[in-house]
Structure formats: C-alpha cells, structure tokens
C-alpha cells in the first residue's frame, strides 16, 4: 500500500520492478518481526501454548535466528538493488525494530499495559511510511499525512485481526494477550470499523476514487455477523483490495 500512496502523491507511476522489490523487502520485514517475536514472548508461550512449534521442538532456535538472518539480507538486498540511499533511509527503521526486540528496555512495564505496548509497537510503520516518503520523494503535505495515516491504521488493522480471537491456555482459560481478550469484542470492533473507514476515506481523498470508502463501507457490513472469522476474512480481503486500487 505505501507504494502505491507514493505514486499517488508524486503523481508519478511506479515500475512494476521496484514495487515487487518494496513487496520482497517488507514481507522479509515482516518475517523478521515475528521471528524476533518468538524470542520476545519465549517465557509466556512456554507457559500458555507448550504445542507451539517453537515450545515442543519442531523448529529450533537456530533455525529461527537463520530465518531471521535471511529475512534480514533480503529486506535489506531489495532496498540496495532499488538505491543504496534507500538502505541509509532505512536506518531508523531498522533502529526501532531493534528497539521493538528489546521491548525498549522496559518489558516488565509494557507487558503490563497492553495498550501502550500495541502503540508504542505500531508506531514502527510511522517511521516505516517515512522512509517511503523520503526514499520516493513525496511531498510533506495534508494529502502525504492523509496516505500516512491510511497506511498505518491498515497495518494495525492487520495486526488486530491476526490476534482477533480467544485463546485458551493448557487449562482452559482464556489468555489476555488477544484484543478481544483485553479490550472487549465490542470495544475492538468498534475501533476496526473506526480504522477501516478511516483508511476508506483518507485513500478517496488522496485518489480522488470514491470505490476506496464503498469498499470499506461493505466489509464493516460484516462486523454485524459477530463471527471473528468472517470478518478476519471480510477485512484482509478488503485492504488487500485497496492495496490494487492505488494501482489501477
């Protein structure tokens, strides 16, 4: 999605090449973040889900630090293929997800306040859609702040649904570490709706493309279903969906 809210903002298209090569970076991003995340939360799974992959010995920690490694080389790979300057951008990226991996220091504090732990975490993709701004040279302006906004709300709506659930532990119990667990499903839908037609309205701005809010309208039809499945699904398809929309 930056890529194409950087298009949109310059006013200029984008090769097929560098998106692919954005899309490779950031998906190794990604990968890397969750393989950081199971050394982050290696004590409250042990405790909570032993039949993890990581808990009952399907997969090492040696392995896990050479995915990590891996992703590492391609993410970083991408960005020099498009400019070695975009590798230098992505410093304070790199620098907050290290920061991330440590918690900032005060894990004990922040797994103790599980709403100041999702912003403080989210806040990555600021600094993530500053460096597209940069690297793609896009113009500090309303409409910039707009496809910013859009771009991070999309990733913490990703990030709500992924752990949009009630997870049980080995006796039974439900875990507080799902949003639903700790904000409440009602509360936790109303912000996914909130966010979703933010992103429906900040992207019709920027595009000028009134398909972005209607797409957006229809999948928070599906909050009314009350399943977590359904709109999990209903959701990512939709904001995969705006993602093509910026490119067509």
């Not at 690297?135 to 991070?152: H, I, K, M």
């Not at 999948?219 to 093509?244: D, H, N, P, R, W």
């Amino acid at each position: 999605m930056i890529m194409g809210v950087c298009s949109h903002l310059t006013g200029t298209a984008t090769s097929f090449v560098i998106i692919g090569l954005v899309a490779l970076s950031f998906a190794a991003f990604l990968l890397r973040l969750r393989v950081t995340d199971e050394f982050k939360d290696i004590d409250h799974d042990s405790k909570n889900y032993p039949n993890r992959p990581f808990q009952r010995g399907a997969i090492s920690s040696r392995q896990l630090i050479g995915i990590g490694v891996i992703s590492l080389i391609i993410e970083l790979g991408s960005l020099y293929i498009i400019n070695p300057k975009a590798v230098i951008f992505y410093i304070p990226v790199l620098v907050y997800s290290a920061l991330t991996a440590k918690e900032f220091f005060i894990s004990s504090w922040l797994n103790k306040h599980f709403t100041i732990y999702f912003i403080t975490h989210q806040m990555i993709f600021v600094v993530f859609a500053m460096w597209g701004f940069i690297t793609f040279g896009v113009q500090l302006n309303l409409r910039a702040l707009l496809g910013g906004l859009a771009f991070v709300m999309t990733m913490s709506v990703f990030e709500i649904i992924r752990k949009l659930e009630y997870r049980h532990n080995t006796h039974g119990k439900i875990v507080k570490d799902s949003y639903p667990a700790v904000w409440g499903a009602p509360f936790t839908t109303v912000l996914l709706i909130t966010m979703v037609s933010f992103i429906g309205i900040f992207l019709s701005v920027i595009t000028g493309n009134i398909w972005h809010l209607i797409l957006a309208l229809i999948s928070v039809l599906f909050t009314y279903s009350g399943k977590f499945e359904l709109i999990q699904a209903a959701f990512g398809i939709s904001l995969a969906i705006q993602g093509l929309l910026l490119f067509i």
